[in-house]
């Protein structure tokens, strides 16, 4: 049965360009999971954008003397293209300082406060003496007041995940010059989230034995120590506050975490309009039957676990206050928090000021998309921290993909093709041939069935399986000795091709570019997964801007496809390159190492 599936993918920060750290948690995950929903007949909508408000992108275009709007562009612009040239199908992938974007969020704001979730309070805001300007909560430090880390920022702990404010931290410093903040009255709005304790609590313990154990563990923990939470800044970069006497004040701007997770719904609701059926969003927002997925690193568990779903049900009237939908309707809660742990790179955290650090680009500037979404899929962390390492990515490149993967299509396609130009037909089969079409078959069903739980370490180990026992099997046949018995040369490079044929498809998903590639040499006509494209694209004829989009209805189906003997060869092209392991040595040297 077609389900309707979200897959709601983090928001890259718009204040520099992505490294390959930050796409291993959410860029690549999320593409993988996404186009073996489409292949098994759902109906995807995968969204997401660029998050261009908050504090740092202010810093950072102070630093550069450049408007914080300005900042947002560039980056925006780098890393759209980015993420298109690593093949990550987003049906929008838009930005968060769109007209449409403000439109929702104050919606958001507006509907909770009408339920009585959200309530003004004076609190407390940094000041620096020197200067006498807000200081943003991130260039607060101090020790985190719950497990007593001594690098807590006043806006969250790294090491607990627990929200904080700047005036909890022990011994606040200023990030940027050292000294310490003064606190001066200033008024700000909450979000209630004790109010939302018990529904967050059984709707949590619903997801047991469904999550990853480590997502739902820390979800749960963070419920121990529930706190109203300020939604609103000292700041002039930002959704304004939707009230009267508050939409006006330019220094009173939406806490960028808050506007942040509704760009969920904002791109869903821009998609429809863009598509136009401005109502379409409605079928994986309001539907009981649809299912949302939502990517990330484990740092953001917390926006998506807890607070997020907070605000979800108290925009749909349900918490300790009840209240009624606000104008958009009930709107449904995630229904898995799929987080990845950690990359490091070399041993150590990556850095863009330490230079430990690869980006996007560069990456793809040197090697293909296809050999990092493999190893990210293969050696990424999924489940645990895990270690970047430039020799193990030449290792597996060459071992994995271009040995076992690329060499199983070459020299099937090669050798079929030379010898008979076309798909052969198969003759009587024996127990060997019979074996091992019948083992690549049955692991669509393994295979699918890891994917539909996100568990892609498993899924590409399996179906690598299967590319490993069909090289297995050409060594023992060895059709290239059987000269004199074309029958049954035909007859294996058949059950070869039919297995290439397989394991292309239960490839596609990680691999869609060289799966792409497979289909055309094996005759496959018309596109068969699609690829993500950059539009410009405007509001009313606003300033235009880019966005990711595609079209994703290639051939592509989660089953097992009979070849079609006499369906035409050509000789194929290498689908992998094969890399120098000078390479290491070079990407080291240019780690400063
Ligand atoms: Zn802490």
Same mark, same amino acid.
């Given at each position: 049965?077609?389900?309707?599936?979200?897959?709601?993918?983090?928001?890259?920060?718009?204040?520099?360009?992505?490294?390959?750290?930050?796409?291993?948690?959410?860029?690549?995950?999320?593409?993988?999971?996404?186009?073996?929903?489409?292949?098994?007949?759902?109906?995807?909508?995968?969204?997401?954008?660029?998050?261009?408000?908050?504090?740092?992108?202010?810093?950072?275009?102070?630093?550069?003397?450049? $408007?914080?709007?300005?900042?947002?562009?560039?980056?925006?612009?780098?890393?759209?293209?980015?993420?298109?040239?690593?093949?990550?199908?987003?049906?929008?992938?838009?930005?968060?300082?769109?007209?449409?974007?403000?439109?929702?969020?104050?919606?958001?704001?507006?509907?909770?406060?009408?339920?009585?979730?959200?309530?003004?309070?004076?609190?407390?805001?940094?000041?620096?003496?020197?200067?006498?300007?807000?200081l943003p909560d991130r260039?607060?430090?101090?020790? #985190?007041?719950? #497990?007593?880390?001594?690098?807590?920022?006043?806006?969250? #702990?790294?090491? #607990?995940?627990?929200?904080?404010?700047?005036?909890?931290?022990?011994?606040?410093?200023?990030?940027?010059?050292?000294?310490?903040?003064?606190?001066?009255?200033?008024?700000?709005?909450?979000?209630?989230?004790?109010?939302?304790?018990?529904?967050?609590?059984?709707?949590?313990?619903?997801?047991?034995?469904?999550?990853?154990?480590?997502?739902?563990?820390?979800?749960?923990?963070?419920?121990?120590?529930?706190?109203?939470?300020?939604?609103?800044?000292?700041?002039?970069?930002?959704?304004?506050?939707?009230?009267?006497?508050?939409?006006?004040?330019?220094?009173?701007?939406?806490?960028?975490?808050?506007?942040?997770?509704?760009?969920?719904?904002?791109?869903?609701?821009?998609?429809?309009?863009?598509?136009?059926?401005?109502?379409?969003?409605?079928?994986?927002?309001?539907?009981?039957?649809?299912?949302?997925?939502?990517?990330?690193?484990?740092?953001?568990?917390?926006?998506?676990?807890?607070?997020?779903?907070?605000?979800?049900?108290?925009?749909?009237?349900?918490?300790?206050?009840?209240?009624?939908?606000?104008?958009?309707?009930?709107?449904?809660?995630?229904?898995?928090?799929?987080?990845?742990?950690?990359?490091t790179m070399e041993g150590?955290?990556?850095?863009?000021?330490?230079?430990?650090?690869?980006?996007?680009?560069?990456?793809?500037?040197?090697?293909?998309?296809?050999?990092?979404?493999?190893?990210?899929?293969?050696?990424?962390?999924?489940?645990?921290?895990?270690?970047?390492?430039?020799?193990?990515?030449?290792?597996?490149?060459?071992?994995?993909?271009?040995?076992?993967?690329?060499?199983?299509?070459?020299?099937?396609?090669?050798?079929?093709?030379?010898?008979?130009?076309?798909?052969?037909?198969?003759?009587?089969?024996?127990?060997?041939?019979?074996?091992?079409?019948?083992?690549?078959?049955?692991?669509?069903?393994?295979?699918?069935?890891?994917?539909?739980?996100?568990?892609?370490?498993?899924?590409?180990?399996?179906?690598?399986?299967?590319?490993?026992?069909?090289?297995?099997?050409?060594?023992?046949?060895?059709?290239?000795?059987?000269?004199?018995?074309?029958?049954?040369?035909?007859?294996?490079?058949?059950?070869?091709?039919?297995?290439?044929?397989?394991?292309?498809?239960?490839?596609?998903?990680?691999?869609?570019? $060289? $799966?792409?590639?497979v289909h055309a040499m094996?005759?496959?006509?018309?596109?068969?997964?699609?690829?993500?494209?950059?539009?410009?694209?405007?509001?009313?004829?606003?300033?235009?801007?880019?966005?990711?989009?595609?079209?994703?209805?290639?051939?592509?189906?989660?089953?097992?496809?009979?070849?079609?003997?006499?369906?035409?060869?050509?000789?194929?092209?290498?689908?992998?390159?094969?890399?120098?392991?000078?390479?290491?040595?070079?990407?080291?040297?240019?780690?400063?190492?």
């Amino acid at each position: 049965m077609s389900q309707h599936i979200l897959t709601a993918v983090a928001w890259p920060y718009a204040n520099g360009p992505r490294h390959i750290g930050h796409v291993s948690g959410f860029g690549v995950p999320s593409d993988v999971f996404s186009r073996y929903q489409r292949m098994a007949g759902n109906k995807v909508l995968m969204v997401s954008g660029t998050d261009e408000h908050g504090t740092p992108i202010q810093v950072q275009a102070d630093k550069e003397g450049v $408007s914080a709007r300005e900042l947002a562009d560039r980056y925006n612009r780098v890393i759209a293209e980015d993420l298109t040239g690593l093949g990550l199908s987003y049906d929008l992938f838009t930005r968060t300082t769109t007209k449409n974007h403000y439109a929702v969020t104050q919606q958001i704001f507006k509907g909770l406060y009408d339920n009585g979730y959200i309530f003004p309070k004076t609190t407390m805001g940094a000041i620096s003496p020197s200067t006498g300007r807000t200081l943003p909560d991130r260039y607060i430090e101090g020790t #985190c007041p719950i #497990c007593g880390y001594d690098g807590a920022r006043g806006d969250q #702990c790294d090491n #607990c995940g627990n929200q904080l404010d700047p005036i909890q931290l022990v011994n606040p410093k200023s990030r940027i010059n050292g000294e310490t903040p003064v606190f001066v009255e200033t008024e700000h709005f909450m979000l209630d989230l004790p109010a939302f304790a018990d529904v967050l609590g059984s709707y949590l313990q619903s997801k047991q034995g469904e999550w990853r154990p480590n997502v739902l563990k820390f979800a749960l923990n963070l419920l121990g120590d529930l706190q109203p939470r300020a939604i609103s800044r000292d700041l002039d970069w930002g959704v304004p506050i939707p009230l009267d006497g508050w939409r006006d004040q330019s220094n009173k701007r939406l806490y960028v975490w808050f506007d942040a997770v509704i760009g969920y719904l904002s791109a869903s609701i821009e998609w429809a309009r863009r598509s136009g059926d401005p109502d379409a969003w409605r079928q994986w927002w309001q539907n009981p039957d649809a299912r949302g997925y939502y990517f990330m690193g484990k740092d953001n568990i917390v926006f998506h676990a807890e607070i997020w779903p907070a605000m979800l049900f108290g925009y749909s009237g349900i918490g300790a206050r009840d209240g009624s939908p606000g104008s958009l309707g009930a709107l449904n809660v995630p229904s898995e928090v799929v987080s990845s742990e950690f990359l490091t790179m070399e041993g150590k955290k990556f850095s863009s000021s330490r230079q430990v650090v690869i980006y996007v680009r560069d990456f793809l500037a040197r090697y293909d998309a296809d050999a990092l979404r493999y190893y990210i899929a293969v050696a990424g962390p999924e489940n645990q921290d895990t270690d970047f390492t430039w020799q193990e990515f030449v290792n597996r490149n060459n071992g994995e993909l271009v040995a076992a993967w690329g060499n199983l299509v070459n020299r099937s396609i090669s050798m079929a093709a030379k010898n008979f130009g076309a798909v052969p037909e198969a003759g009587d089969l024996t127990d060997a041939d019979r074996a091992l079409l019948e083992r690549s078959r049955g692991a669509f069903a393994p295979v699918g069935a890891e994917l539909n739980r996100s568990r892609f370490k498993n899924a590409i180990t399996e179906a690598f399986d299967v590319v490993r026992e069909a090289n297995k099997y050409l060594a023992e046949q060895e059709p290239w000795k059987l000269k004199d018995d074309p029958e049954r040369q035909k007859s294996i490079l058949h059950v070869a091709l039919q297995v290439v044929d397989d394991a292309k498809t239960m490839l596609t998903p990680f691999l869609p570019g $060289s $799966s792409n590639k497979v289909h055309a040499m094996l005759g496959g006509e018309g596109v068969w997964s699609g690829m993500p494209e950059m539009r410009e694209v405007d509001e009313d004829g606003g300033t235009p801007y880019p966005v990711i989009t595609g079209d994703y209805d290639g051939a592509a189906r989660w089953e097992h496809q009979p070849i079609k003997p006499g369906t035409p060869l050509a000789p194929p092209v290498p689908l992998f390159k094969k890399l120098d392991p000078k390479v290491v040595d070079e990407e080291l040297s240019r780690l400063g190492q």
